[in-house]
């Protein structure tokens, strides 16, 4: 394997909601250009950790954070930081589509404008190649400016992730991003995150529970459970392949090898 370099590294984070306690002592790495998974059962705080990556954690509630979470060594706490920026660079896709009753294309082109005025012939660019690295024009290229909720619900995963896609993230952070899809939808959304880790520098971050899909696109893999007191932690982190085939710690064999065959 080549050089790994992090591109966020997670230093002894704790969170809470309020008083409440939600993750604790999580330390690791998430490798630049890599696919990362972070498994483990429902309620352990998967989504919260992700959501602590770009700060978004702070929208849901009165979150309190202990440790550090640097990206590109910088911590991503300090109070300098730009926080739209941040979650420009470290964006996230949500297990449901989230859409603005707007067409395809305005949808793809909202969160661009946000970052400044472009000439529209460059607009035009920008989205279409956004959507192509989506893997959903053909499908899409004749209805531009028909509304985006009268796609397919996995057509609208994939507008969701071009329109991540067009503000040109340094990370993608994906929770379920195949939640509810039908096993068609969920593959071409599967499709697509194998393309992006092929074709692009990008890295990304995927929460999922199907570890049949985790073991063919993700790199490393982090399992995380609640210790005694009901606590998120991270109880194993590896490659993929080491994780799905020799864990060290017996609660992550016993998650592991009772979803794969
Ligand atoms: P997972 O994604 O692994 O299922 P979550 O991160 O969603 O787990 O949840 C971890 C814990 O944090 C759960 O006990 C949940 O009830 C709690 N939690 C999640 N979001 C909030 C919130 N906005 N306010 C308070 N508690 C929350
Ligand atoms: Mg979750």
Not at 66 to 69: A, D, L
Not at 71 to 83: A, D, V
Not at 205 to 212: A, D, F, K
């Given at each position: 394997?080549?050089?790994?370099?992090?591109?966020?590294?997670?230093?002894?984070?704790?969170?809470?909601?309020?008083?409440?306690?939600?993750?604790?002592?999580?330390?690791?790495?998430?490798?630049?250009?890599?696919?990362?998974?972070?498994?483990?059962?429902?309620?352990?705080?998967?989504?919260?950790f992700?959501?602590?990556?770009?700060?978004?954690?702070?929208?849901?509630?009165e979150?309190?954070v202990?440790?550090?979470?640097e990206?590109?060594?910088?911590?991503?706490?300090?109070?300098?930081?730009?926080?739209n920026r941040l979650?420009?660079q470290?964006?996230?896709?949500?297990?449901?589509?989230?859409?603005f009753?707007?067409?395809?294309?305005?949808?793809?082109?909202?969160?661009?404008?946000?970052?400044?005025?472009?000439?529209?012939?460059?607009?035009?660019?920008?989205?279409?190649?956004?959507?192509?690295?989506?893997?959903?024009?053909?499908?899409?290229?004749?209805?531009?400016?028909?509304?985006?909720?009268?796609?397919?619900?996995?057509?609208?995963?994939?507008?969701?992730?071009?329109r991540?896609?067009?503000?040109?993230?340094?990370?993608?952070?994906?929770?379920?991003?195949?939640?509810?899809?039908?096993?068609?939808?969920?593959?071409?959304?599967?499709?697509?995150?194998?393309?992006?880790?092929?074709?692009?520098?990008?890295?990304?971050?995927?929460?999922?529970?199907?570890?049949?899909?985790v073991?063919?696109i993700?790199?490393?893999?982090?399992?995380?459970?609640?210790?005694?007191?009901?606590?998120?932690?991270?109880?194993?982190?590896?490659?993929?392949?080491?994780?799905?085939?020799?864990p060290?710690?017996s609660?992550?064999r016993?998650?592991?090898?009772?979803?794969?065959?």
């Open positions: 394997m080549n050089k790994l370099i992090p591109a966020i590294k997670v230093k002894n984070l704790n969170f809470y909601y309020d008083t409440q306690k939600i993750l604790e002592g999580v330390s690791m790495e998430i490798y630049q250009s890599k696919v990362t998974a972070i498994i483990g059962p429902s309620g352990c705080g998967k989504s919260t992700i959501k602590c990556l770009n700060r978004m954690c702070e929208l849901e509630g979150a309190h202990e440790g550090k979470v990206f590109f060594n910088q911590n991503i706490y300090e109070r300098r930081i730009n926080l979650r420009r470290v964006s996230m896709v949500l297990p449901k589509p989230n859409l009753p707007l067409s395809v294309y305005d949808n793809v082109a909202y969160g661009v404008k946000i970052v400044g005025w472009r000439p529209k012939v460059e607009l035009d660019e920008i989205i279409e190649s956004a959507i192509k690295e989506a893997d959903l024009w053909d499908e899409v290229k004749n209805k531009l400016h028909k509304s985006a909720l009268e796609l397919s619900a996995g057509q609208q995963q994939r507008l969701c992730i071009a991540t896609l067009a503000v040109k993230p340094k990370i993608l952070l994906m929770d379920e991003p195949c939640f509810g899809l039908d096993p068609i939808a969920s593959m071409k959304v599967e499709t697509l995150i194998q393309s992006l880790r092929l074709r692009s520098e990008l890295t990304m971050v995927i929460i999922s529970h199907n570890l049949q899909q073991a063919r993700s790199d490393f893999t982090a399992f995380f459970h609640t210790n005694e007191n009901r606590i998120g932690q991270i109880v194993e982190f590896g490659t993929t392949k080491k994780m799905f085939s020799n060290i710690d609660r992550t016993d998650y592991v090898f009772a979803r794969l065959p």
